[in-house]
């Protein structure tokens, strides 16, 4: 079992925090202890020594969790979280995705997203194959 640090940056909180986590054959194992204080609809950006990170981990209100990645489809620009808005937006074209990864405007590709499960207040997202 590899142990990875991880640093998460609250996006609309006051306090980044280190925490860590566990990561197994590109599986990221986070307690949903960690996110269980910031409240309403929210993105959190996981960074960390591998190189599928970071990711944006979007929690709503209704605790439905969605992993994003942090670059549009063309992998050559970040992708900002607008907490007023609930929205990601690229940020060299504006385009503005949703919590899920869609594009808002119909005809664009979406941002790629991971697969995750939510059980037993943790929270596993898988990093291997990038949808
Ligand atoms: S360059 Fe990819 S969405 Fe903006």
Same mark, same amino acid.
């Given at each position: 079992?590899?142990?990875?640090?991880?640093?998460?940056?609250?996006?609309?909180?006051?306090?980044?925090?280190?925490?860590?986590?566990?990561?197994?054959?590109?599986?990221?194992?986070?307690?949903?202890?960690?996110?269980?204080?910031?409240?309403?609809?929210?993105?959190?950006?996981?960074?960390? *020594? $591998?190189?599928?990170?970071? %990711?944006?981990?979007?929690?709503? #209100? =209704?605790?439905?969790?969605?992993?994003? @990645?942090?670059?549009?489809?063309?992998?050559?620009?970040?992708?900002?979280?607008? *907490? $007023?808005?609930?929205?990601? %937006?690229?940020?060299?074209?504006? #385009? =503005?995705?949703?919590?899920?990864?869609? @594009?808002?405007?119909?005809?664009?590709?979406?941002?790629?997203?991971?697969?995750?499960?939510?059980?037993?207040?943790?929270?596993?997202?898988?990093?291997?194959?990038?949808?």
């Amino acid at each position: 079992m590899i142990l990875l640090t991880v640093l998460l940056l609250a996006c609309g909180s006051s306090k980044p925090r280190v925490e860590y986590v566990e990561a197994q054959q590109g599986i990221v194992i986070l307690p949903v202890s960690q996110i269980a204080d910031v409240e309403g609809p929210t993105a959190i950006r996981l960074g960390g *020594p $591998d190189p599928r990170l970071p %990711v944006w981990l979007h929690a709503s #209100e =209704e605790l439905d969790f969605h992993a994003i @990645a942090t670059r549009c489809h063309r992998g050559r620009c970040g992708v900002r979280y607008e *907490p $007023d808005d609930d929205r990601f %937006v690229c940020s060299c074209t504006d #385009e =503005e995705f949703r919590p899920d990864g869609s @594009a808002v405007e119909r005809r664009k590709p979406p941002l790629v997203t991971y697969p995750i499960d939510y059980r037993n207040e943790t929270i596993l997202i898988d990093l291997s194959p990038a949808r």
